[in-house]
T-cell receptor, first 109, second 114 residues
Framework: DAKTTQPTSMDCAEGRAANLPCNHS???????VYWYRQIHSQGPQYIIH???NNETNEMASLIITEDRKSSTLILPHATLRDTAVYYC??????????FGAGTRLTVKP | KAGVTQTPRYLIKTRGQQVTLSCSPI?????VSWYQQTPGQGLQFLFE???????NKGNFPGRFSGRQFSNSRSEMNVSTLELGDSALYLC?????????????FGEGSRLTVL
C-alpha cells in the first residue's frame, strides 16, 4: 500500500547530520511528502512535510528533488534521543496516510 | 489544548472475545484514523472516519469495524478475537482529510489476546 521505499536501517554519530533518504517515484503532482518518527512504543510524531520546495522547521529540513521522485530528511545535529523509526509517507489520492516499514535510525555516541 | 486520547491504554482479552477501543480527537478535529501496529507488519491503516462516515478502509477483515459519533469521538471494535490481533492500536486525528496539515497520534491501546 505504501508508495515509498526507504532503507531498513541507518546509523549516525551523535552530533553529526543524519540524512534519511526516501524514494517516491510514482508521486503525483499534487501529493505531499510527510515525515514522521516513532520512538519505541509511542505514537508516531510529526516532523515535517512538503510539496515541491525544500522545507525547514525547528526539528529538521526536508529536501525534495526537482522531479519530486525522492526526498531526504535531514536532522542537522543528531542526538541520542533521535534514535527512532522514521517514516516517509506520500499522502494518497484520497488523502489517506499509509505508512511503510520506515528506517530505523540509530544514533551512536 | 489536549491531544488525542485513547482508552484503555492496555487490555488483555482471550480468543473469541470482542473488544472496543475509544479515541477522542483533538478539539475541533473531525477526522479520525485508526492504525494497527504489529512487529511483523508495521503500521497498517485500518480506516478513517470523517463527519460520522467511513471514508476509507484498509485491507482488514470485517471483524474490524468502527464508528464515529457526532462529537467526532470514535470507537473501533474487533469481534471474535484471534491471537494475531494482539497489537498496538493507534488513533490519529486531523481537522479534515483535505487538510494538508499533520496527523496527530495518540499513545495507543495495547491489546493482548491470549
Amino acid at each position: 500500500d505504501a508508495k515509498t521505499t526507504q532503507p531498513t536501517s541507518m546509523d549516525c554519530a551523535e552530533g553529526r547530520a543524519a540524512n534519511l533518504p526516501c524514494n517516491h517515484s510514482t508521486i503525483s503532482g499534487n501529493e505531499y511528502v510527510y515525515w514522521y518518527r516513532q520512538i519505541h512504543s509511542q505514537g508516531p510524531q510529526y516532523i515535517i512535510h512538503g510539496l515541491k520546495n525544500n522545507e525547514t522547521n525547528e526539528m529538521a529540513s526536508l529536501i525534495i528533488t526537482e522531479d519530486r521522485k525522492s526526498s531526504t530528511l535531514i536532522l542537522p545535529h543528531a542526538t541520542l534521543r533521535d534514535t527512532a523509526v522514521y517514516y516517509c509517507i506520500v499522502r494518497g489520492y484520497n488523502n489517506d496516510m499509509r505508512f511503510g516499514a520506515g528506517t530505523r535510525l540509530t544514533v551512536k555516541p | 489544548k489536549a491531544g488525542v486520547t485513547q482508552t484503555p491504554r492496555y487490555l488483555i482479552k482471550t480468543r473469541g472475545q470482542q473488544v472496543t477501543l475509544s479515541c477522542s480527537p483533538i478539539s475541533g478535529h473531525r477526522s479520525v484514523s485508526w492504525y494497527q501496529q504489529t512487529p511483523g507488519q508495521g503500521l497498517q491503516f485500518l480506516f478513517e472516519y470523517f463527519s460520522e462516515t467511513q471514508r476509507n478502509k484498509g485491507n482488514f477483515p470485517g471483524r474490524f469495524s468502527g464508528r464515529q459519533f457526532s462529537n467526532s469521538r470514535s470507537e473501533m471494535n474487533v469481534s471474535t478475537l484471534e491471537l494475531g490481533d494482539s497489537a498496538l492500536y493507534l488513533c490519529a486525528s486531523r481537522s479534515s482529510p483535505a487538510n494538508t496539515g499533520e496527523l496527530f497520534f495518540g499513545e495507543g491501546s495495547r491489546l493482548t489476546v491470549l
